[in-house]
């Protein structure tokens, strides 16, 4: 007990920390049952996951979805313990212990809105703000992103957004098949887009902007002046080498918003026609008088 006491007094800002995670982990899991309770379970909508096949089963099972989904994370939590070990299989059982009591405790609010489509729209958004704080709480979702995990092991060579895409679409086919109408999957398709879209969005920034290289052999200070003079963007100049014929190569790169790529364009083609351009997306921008973004990362989890 003395070690722990003087563990937390040396560590403060881990004991803040922890505390910072587990608030993201209860929001997260509260976002959830919200996205379930008020919009996509009184319409059926099946958006991914196991809460999406947990939903179609529950339609004719005598269960609620928070329990049924805890039921069918049961095995994997077996196959976890040898793969992954208790530590993280603990975290995903707590995870899914939480989101049942959520899930299951907020099922008697009343529906947000009648319509299944602003139903699917919003839902998606709050499973989104969901998997943002789930991120950030540095902990595991459960559901898909354990089945995703485990099924990496036995399928190293496959991506785990592969994996993650056939889950969930197994969710969406599934309910077409049981409910007997393409509307059921077209609605629960539009929720984990919304959520994937919102996801990254949230992750990555919303600040967007266009990554640019322009390779010139001697016209690079006239290009850099006049993109400086008239599009206020600052440039850096690289030195590089041409490796087919071994000559010299200047390199300009400069980050411009989307709608002034024309602009851009429009510069280097009349100082120097025969330079080299080449225009990319850049999903987070920070400083250099852009907006200072708070982008954490770029991935999304469905749960």
Request: glycine share 10%.
């Amino acid at each position: 007990m003395n070690t722990i006491k003087q563990s937390i007094l040396k560590n403060p800002q881990d004991v803040k920390g922890f505390f910072i995670r587990v608030g993201y982990f209860l929001g997260a899991n509260f976002m959830y049952a919200l996205a379930l309770d008020l919009f996509f379970l009184p319409h059926q909508i099946a958006a991914g996951g196991f809460a999406g096949i947990a939903t179609v089963l529950c339609s004719f099972l005598p269960f609620q979805v928070g329990v049924m989904a805890l039921l069918m994370t049961l095995p994997l939590l077996v196959w976890s313990l040898k793969v992954k070990g208790w530590r993280y299989t603990g975290a995903c059982f707590l995870s899914a212990l939480v989101y049942m009591v959520m899930v299951d405790g907020l099922s008697t609010l009343e529906p947000a809105t009648s319509d299944p489509l602003m139903a699917s729209i919003l839902g998606g958004a709050l499973y989104a703000v969901g998997a943002v704080f789930i991120l950030k709480a540095d902990t595991s979702a459960g559901g898909t992103d354990l089945l995703a995990r485990l099924l990496l092991t036995k399928f190293p060579t496959m991506s785990l957004g592969k994996l993650f895409i056939l889950v969930d679409g197994f969710s969406v086919v599934f309910a077409i098949c049981v409910f007997g109408e393409l509307e059921y999957g077209l609605y629960a398709a539009i929720a984990v887009y919304t959520c994937g879209l919102l996801t990254d969005r949230f992750t990555a920034g919303f600040d967007l902007a266009k990554l640019c290289f322009i390779i010139t052999n001697d016209r690079h200070e006239e290009i850099a002046q006049t993109i400086m003079a008239q599009m206020k963007r600052g440039v850096t100049h690289q030195n590089g080498e041409g490796m087919y014929g071994k000559t010299a190569k200047q390199v300009l790169m400069v980050v411009i918003r989307p709608k002034e790529v024309y602009r851009l364009k429009a510069i280097v083609r009349e100082v120097d026609p025969t330079a080299f351009v080449v225009i990319a997306q850049a999903s987070e921008v920070q400083g250099g008088g852009f907006q200072e973004s708070k982008g954490y990362y770029n991935t999304a989890i469905n749960k």
